[in-house]
């Protein structure tokens, strides 16, 4: 079972562009996390998608940044016109509908795609 | 606000001592507390949760407890080897089960 895919693993991007991160969740998942990881701090909560629906958005940025999660297709996180501290370590996990008997979904990780801006 | 806390400070012990990680939470009493590792260029691995109603867990070499009132979660390495050296995440989980506040992780440096 291959585990949650990111890519791309490197983007850079000048100043003004825009990036599209990308978000394959792990087989028989269908909740999506974004989290932002600036160099010596801890992630940070941006979003919370389950299939074509935002649940949770208090962590992004109120402008500039966006997230899907389509009903086909990996879940994407957008940034237009990337400034220089956009840039990061951008983590996404995925988790199984439903709980299971737990109140708790059990997220699992993917490699990150780490944003340069120029 | 919600406050999770760990030394940012590294912390290297020799190969085959205890490493003890601290956690402290202030503003709010977690239900959940995770520890995860997260090795350089990599995304973070789930280790172990504790519940507020549980002082100890134990996986294998770890083990982590919980003081709800000192606030703070312990997490220990017995017997510990290089391999082990990494960054380690203490983390919080809302009430929903969702939403994952991170501390910004200790590194761990095992000498041989």
């Known amino acids: 079972n291959a585990g949650v895919m990111q890519n791309p693993r490197h983007l850079v991007r000048r100043r003004g562009q825009e990036a599209r991160l990308r978000c394959s969740p792990m087989?028989?998942?269908?909740?999506v996390y974004w989290y932002r990881q600036l160099p010596e701090e801890g992630l940070k909560f941006m979003v919370y998608?389950?299939?074509?629906?935002?649940?949770?958005e208090s962590g992004m940025p109120k402008e500039r940044f966006s997230a899907e999660f389509p009903k086909e297709g990996p879940s994407i996180l957008r940034i237009q016109q990337v400034v220089r501290g956009d840039s990061a370590a951008y983590f996404c996990a995925s988790s199984p509908g439903g709980l299971g008997g737990r109140s708790y979904n059990e997220q699992f990780f993917g490699p990150g795609t780490r944003l340069t801006v120029l | 606000s919600q406050k999770i806390e760990q030394n940012s400070e590294a912390l290297n012990i020799q190969e085959g001592k205890t490493a003890t990680l601290t956690c402290n939470y202030t503003n709010y009493s977690p239900a959940y507390l995770q520890w995860y590792r997260q090795d350089p260029g990599r995304g973070p691995v789930f280790l172990l949760l504790?519940?507020?109603?549980?002082k100890e867990k134990r996986k294998e070499r770890l083990k982590v407890t919980f003081d709800t009132t000192l606030k703070q979660s312990l997490f220990h390495i017995t017997a510990s080897q290089p391999a082990d050296s990494a960054t380690y995440l203490c983390?919080?989980?809302?009430?929903?089960?969702?939403?994952?506040?991170f501390g910004a992780g200790t590194r761990l440096f095992v000498k041989a």
């Open positions: 087989k028989g998942h269908s909740h």
């Open positions: 504790i519940r507020e109603n549980e």
């Open positions: 983390a919080h989980l809302n009430t929903g089960g969702f939403k994952t506040i």
């Open positions: 998608l389950q299939k074509e629906n935002i649940i949770d």
